[in-house]
């Protein structure tokens, strides 16, 4: 039985039962018919317009961030020392603020809890793969 994949839009070909009993009444998929096998076309066509649109901003991004410094400040004893450690929502909230890069938290890859004052090297992992490192320059409240 041909069906139509809903999230993708992928028209594959699955057995009968499983389309019946757990892809339709899942909302996973629907029944594909020529109307909606054309229709999902043009979803795939679109999403794949989207996807190229957003590779192309990543990869802009990733030129652009190696170039940047997210200021923050914490509170720290006269060692350096952070009373508690920056978080991922922190990073990700002043990013935003300073340099308005949208980022989600899992592209984030930071080697080590952040707990001293000074400069440190955070890595981003874009969904296509694409590396990049910035900067974030922890000073004493």
């Known amino acids: 039985m041909k069906v139509i994949m809903k999230k993708t839009g992928e028209v594959q070909e699955v057995s009968a039962g499983h389309a019946r009993n757990y892809l339709i009444p899942q909302g996973l998929a629907?029944?594909?018919?020529?109307?909606?096998i054309s229709a999902a076309r043009e979803l795939q066509k679109?999403?794949?317009h989207e996807l190229s649109e957003e590779e192309a901003s990543w990869e802009l991004w990733a030129k652009k961030f190696p170039?940047?410094?997210v200021e923050m400040s914490a509170a720290a004893?006269?060692?350096?020392?952070?009373?508690?450690?920056?978080?991922?929502?922190a990073?990700?909230?002043e990013m935003s603020r300073q340099h308005q890069?949208?980022?989600k938290s899992e592209w984030l890859r930071i080697s080590a809890p952040i707990k001293r004052t000074g400069v440190?090297?955070?890595g981003l992992v874009f969904p296509n793969k694409l590396t990049t490192l910035f900067h974030i320059n922890v000073s004493p409240q």
Do not use: M, R
């Open 30 to 36: 629907e029944a594909a018919t020529p109307e909606k």
């Open 46 to 48: 679109k999403i794949a």
């Open 67 to 69: 170039t940047l410094t």
């Open 77 to 89: 004893n006269t060692d350096g020392t952070l009373f508690g450690a920056i978080s991922e929502s």
């Open 91 to 93: 990073i990700l909230q």
């Open 101 to 103: 890069a949208i980022v």
């Open 120 to 122: 440190h090297d955070i």
